[in-house]
């Protein structure tokens, strides 16, 4: 499953606009032993093992809806660096004490990553940011806006990442590339800033949620877990 800040990212931009609201490929020589990290998630440690780093692409995903925000003309109300060593509460607790003066996390919009190209996942090397969702509501993406199809494309990466590790049939990648498909036909102009934040996070959670249900079955021995399958019917 994803990290504590993503879920209160995640659940945040489920109450900051309407619905239509961790993870690159090859893991980098520089990122945290996440084996010994007990703050990474199942799904996290078994895609660095398998060649693809979830929370890098996921991290990607937030970089771009950042700069989306940011290019729009909408000014931060707060950014909170990581602290290198500080756990996920510590860092949940800073976010929630720095928006207070400005309505809370309910009334603001909210991203949070480590920078690509830095140390990664449990380093100081990145931040939780927030804008007004009001302010986002009310700002629309432009035609072709470049900002807007990185965001796309960060997606899409995420997904096909995550496909590549649980297939193309899951019915979570099947309704992820189908939304993918649906908000990509005009690259997202015409909708507001909040609302694309909503989309793109809220689509690529079931594929990260099942990624980390097949991970969690074969290494604590849930249903899919080798020793618990029938032997194959040997043929006649």
Same mark, same amino acid.
């Given at each position: 499953?994803?990290?504590?800040i993503?879920?209160a990212? !995640? !659940?945040t931009a489920? !109450?900051?606009a309407p ?6 490929? =090859?893991?980098q +020589?520089?990122a ?9 998630? +199942?799904a ?6 398998a060649?693809?780093?979830?929370? =890098?692409?996921?991290?990607?995903l937030?970089?771009?809806l950042?700069?989306?925000? +940011?290019e729009?003309? /909408?000014?931060? /109300? ?10 996920? @509460? ?5 976010v ?11 009334a603001?919009v909210?991203s949070? $990553?480590?920078?690509?190209g830095?140390?990664?996942f449990?380093s100081?090397d990145?931040?939780? !940011?927030?804008?007004? @969702? ?10 072709n ?6 965001a796309?494309?960060a997606a899409?990466?995420l997904?096909n990442?995550?496909?590549?590790l649980i297939?193309?049939? +899951? ?6 590339k189908?939304?993918l498909a649906l908000?990509s036909?005009?690259?997202m102009?015409g909708?507001? /800033?909040?609302? =694309? $934040? ?8 079931p594929?990260?949620q =099942?990624v @980390?249900r ?7 021995e ?5 020793a618990?399958?029938?032997p194959?019917?040997?043929?006649s």
């Amino acid at each position: 499953m994803a990290s504590p800040i993503i879920n209160a990212i !995640q !659940q945040t931009a489920a !109450q900051t606009a309407p619905a239509p609201q961790s993870p690159q490929a =090859a893991p980098q +020589d520089n990122a945290p032993d996440t084996d010994n990290d007990p703050s990474a998630s +199942d799904a996290e440690i078994a895609s660095e093992k398998a060649g693809v780093n979830l929370h =890098a692409s996921f991290a990607k995903l937030q970089e771009a809806l950042t700069n989306l925000a +940011d290019e729009s003309g /909408v000014r931060r /109300v707060v950014t909170v660096p990581f602290q290198h060593g500080q756990d996920t @509460a510590g860092h949940i607790s800073d976010v929630a004490a720095a928006l207070q003066p400005h309505g809370g996390i309910t009334a603001n919009v909210l991203s949070s $990553f480590h920078r690509s190209g830095e140390r990664g996942f449990g380093s100081g090397d990145g931040s939780t !940011q927030a804008w007004r @969702a009001e302010d986002l509501r009310k700002t629309v993406i432009i035609k072709n806006d470049p900002n807007a199809i990185a965001a796309l494309s960060a997606a899409r990466s995420l997904v096909n990442k995550i496909a590549g590790l649980i297939g193309d049939e +899951d019915k979570t990648i099947v309704l992820a590339k189908s939304q993918l498909a649906l908000i990509s036909k005009h690259n997202m102009a015409g909708m507001h /800033v909040a609302d =694309a $934040f909503t989309a793109l996070n809220s689509l690529v959670v079931p594929p990260l949620q =099942a990624v @980390a249900r097949k991970h969690n079955d074969t290494k604590k021995e849930g249903p899919g877990h080798p020793a618990l399958k029938a032997p194959r019917a040997k043929k006649s």
